[in-house]
């Protein structure tokens, strides 16, 4: 499959692709800038909006405003970045610690985790459902990663970048509950960050430090490898009009100068087209007043 730069956006740790079908455009963050972003393949544009403070992931709500995950905890905003007001401090002392990568469920709830700088374990990962009340669903985590659901709802996936794998619960799509964690997937090349869950019910798993995304069945076998020019990939996510292009984020943090010169689009977002589609993006249900 080819591989296109469509953004060079020389981003330090670009994260959390979402795209928005309604605006027909990709979401996406810069961790450490504090910038949220929203990239028109159609146009070419991005526009960003800072949300003050380090950002780890943004969703979109039904009510056509965003929930970002932040240092602070989760931050409810319009879709301009105004009007931003705390829903939740989550625990991301010490200094450091901040909220990573976060995404709805199709049920309107908005999960989101945390990692603590040096503190191994001592994240976690949260729940926020659409009544504004908020649940620890995965204590003892180090650096809170990809997430996603399989098409029925029966099964939560999720990566915990320090373990080298990605882990499978039962899930219950009417209560959100989680039970019975597994380890489903290893990883041996790189370790795993953001992943997306396809149509068909296969997992896309982006892997720090592999340049590649990796393709795997639901029973965790690997199928597919995509090669990306940039060592540090970070997340991934369908969008398009067909739901058929995976858009791939990656990082230029503590490359080295001739690092940059062997991958200089490091930083950028690229895009695949695939056999397969994603599913219609889930978006937030709660639908708190922003001042």
């Not at 932040?70 to 319009?78: K, R």
Request: charged letters at 20%; glycine letters at 14%; hydrophobic letters at 35%.
């Amino acid at each position: 499959m080819t591989v296109d730069l469509v953004l060079d956006a020389h981003a330090t740790v670009a994260e959390c692709p979402i795209w928005d079908a309604g605006r027909q455009g990709l979401w996406w963050v810069d961790i450490p800038t504090g910038r949220v972003h929203r990239f028109s393949p159609a146009t070419g544009k991005d526009m960003s909006f800072t949300a003050g403070e380090p950002v780890g992931a943004v969703t979109p709500r039904r009510d056509d405003g965003l929930l970002l995950a932040t240092a602070t905890g989760i931050v409810g905003c319009a879709a301009d970045g105004s009007g931003r007001t705390v829903l939740h401090e989550v625990n991301t002392d010490p200094p450091g610690g901040r909220c990573n990568d976060g995404k709805a469920d199709p049920w309107g709830r908005f999960w989101v985790g945390t990692l603590l700088s040096g503190a191994r374990g001592a994240g976690a990962l949260y729940r926020l459902d659409p009544d504004g009340t908020l649940h620890t669903m995965v204590t003892g985590v180090s650096v809170s990663n990809g997430l996603g659901w399989s098409p029925e709802g029966s099964t939560f996936y999720y990566a915990d970048s320090p373990t080298g794998g990605v882990d499978a619960f039962d899930h219950d799509p009417d209560t959100g509950a989680l039970s019975n964690r597994r380890r489903l997937i290893d990883i041996d090349r790189g370790r795993p960050d953001g992943l997306t869950v396809d149509a068909e019910g296969f997992l896309w798993v982006a892997l720090w430090e592999g340049w590649a995304v990796q393709r795997f069945s639901p029973e965790g076998q690997p199928v597919m490898t995509i090669e990306i020019p940039a060592r540090k990939v970070t997340s991934c996510a369908f969008g398009g009009p067909r739901l058929d292009t995976l858009y791939v984020t990656t990082a230029r943090v503590g490359l080295s100068e001739a690092e940059l010169r062997e991958q200089p689009h490091a930083g950028g977002i690229f895009a695949v087209t695939t056999a397969t589609r994603g599913h219609v993006p889930a978006v937030s249900a709660w639908r708190g007043s922003c001042t």
